[in-house]
């Protein structure tokens, strides 16, 4: 499939970033995403049966349970950028895998192809993806899956980190219908159709 050239004479292109207020109320709701995120897994683990009754903890059996919810929410992470991935690629762009330091303590995976770009349909398909397809897969493992337990925070954790994509998601939507929408580490470059001067 042919992509339009990054730029072209009849284009306006700008990039688009979340300034300080978006990443206050990005901070904000994915604190808040995070709560009520647990408070589902929670709900659901009860709905299966798997929190009735009393539960007894031993130090081994915490210790399984927090190297196994680590594991699994570095796993989710992982697969979370490869289905973003596997979207680019299905809309025939070539995605590139890295990892950085948002701020001190606070690494992050990302996806990106840049100098591709998207329809706003597409895009939002791609940014929404792994967003929609890993939280109804950890919730059905909650509510039917082995150890129920360990999916609860990881569920918790990717509902929480999905506002990066949500702002991109809204950042593609904002946009005028044929405007193209090119990927970036940061955030997304949009590709305006110049309006003909009358």
Not at 20 to 30: I, Q
Not at 83 to 100: I, N, Q, S
Not at 132 to 147: E, Y
Request: glycine share 12%.
């Amino acid at each position: 499939m042919m992509t339009p050239p990054a730029e072209s004479p009849e284009d306006d292109a700008c990039s688009k970033t979340p300034g300080e207020r978006s990443r206050a109320w990005m901070a904000a709701l994915g604190t808040g995403l995070l709560f009520v995120g647990a408070a589902i897994g929670l709900g659901v683990l009860a709905w299966h049966g798997a929190a009735s009754g009393i539960m007894v903890f031993t130090a081994r059996k915490m210790l399984k349970l927090m190297a196994g919810t680590t594991l699994i929410t570095i796993g989710t992470l992982a697969l979370h950028e490869l289905l973003h991935g596997v979207g680019m690629l299905a809309l025939g762009a070539r995605p590139r895998f890295g990892a950085g330091v948002m701020t001190p303590g606070l690494p992050y995976l990302y996806t990106t192809c840049e100098g591709h770009t998207f329809s706003r349909s597409q895009y939002i398909v791609v940014a929404a993806l792994p967003n929609v397809v890993i939280n109804i897969g950890l919730l059905a493992l909650i509510a039917w899956g082995p150890h129920a337990a360990w999916w609860v925070l990881p569920f918790a954790i990717h509902l929480s980190g999905g506002v990066g994509d949500a702002w991109l998601c809204w950042a593609a939507w904002a946009e005028q219908p044929g405007t193209r929408i090119e990927d970036q580490r940061f955030g997304v470059r949009v590709h305006r159709r110049r309006q003909p001067v009358t």
